[in-house]
């Protein structure tokens, strides 16, 4: 609504962050076409991520907002942990390699020779981020995102039988 993304640019003004003032900051509805909307609302959610929570938690605390819209506040603040946190650092990466083919095979003077040397190129890429090195790299990544929004890694709880 007008009144949360009001809340939500008076925030980010609040914070002065120049990069995402200066950029887009609100996310696309997804098409089932266009692949690039998601890699750009990866980036856009991990770029905002600190002001989106922020927003949240203020639409939670403030009395204005009506109860259904606080409570769907509520559940999206807790769906937010160092898993999420995880999630979205991996995927915006995984996200920006497949949508660089994605453009490059869309090219209408693209020949097949070149989409194959690509499509490799990409399988090969992603097989390298499965390294121990890049797993720490993504660790460490989204360690800082949850760090900066306040979320704790959690051990995940054995389940008794």
């Not at 939500?8 to 002065?16: A, G, N, T, V």
């Not at 990409?122 to 890049?134: A, E, G």
């Not at 790299?137 to 704790?152: F, P, Q, R, T, Y």
């Amino acid at each position: 609504s007008a009144k949360r993304h009001g809340l939500f640019k008076e925030i980010l003004i609040k914070q002065k962050n120049v990069d995402i003032i200066s950029g887009r900051q609100t996310l696309l509805s997804l098409s089932s076409n266009r692949w690039s909307t998601r890699e750009d609302n990866c980036a856009v959610l991990l770029a905002t991520l600190p002001i989106t929570v922020s927003t949240l938690e203020k639409i939670v605390s403030d009395p204005s907002f009506d109860r259904e819209t606080a409570g769907d506040a509520m559940s999206l603040l807790k769906a937010i942990d160092f898993e999420f946190c995880l999630c979205l650092s991996v995927m915006s990466d995984l996200l920006q390699l497949c949508n660089i083919l994605s453009k490059t095979l869309q090219k209408q003077d693209l020949n097949i020779s070149v989409a194959t040397s690509q499509i490799k190129c990409l399988i090969k890429k992603i097989q390298d981020l499965r390294t121990s090195t890049d797993n720490e790299n993504a660790w460490l990544k989204a360690h800082s995102i949850a760090d900066i929004i306040g979320v704790e890694y959690q051990e995940p709880r054995q389940r008794k039988v």
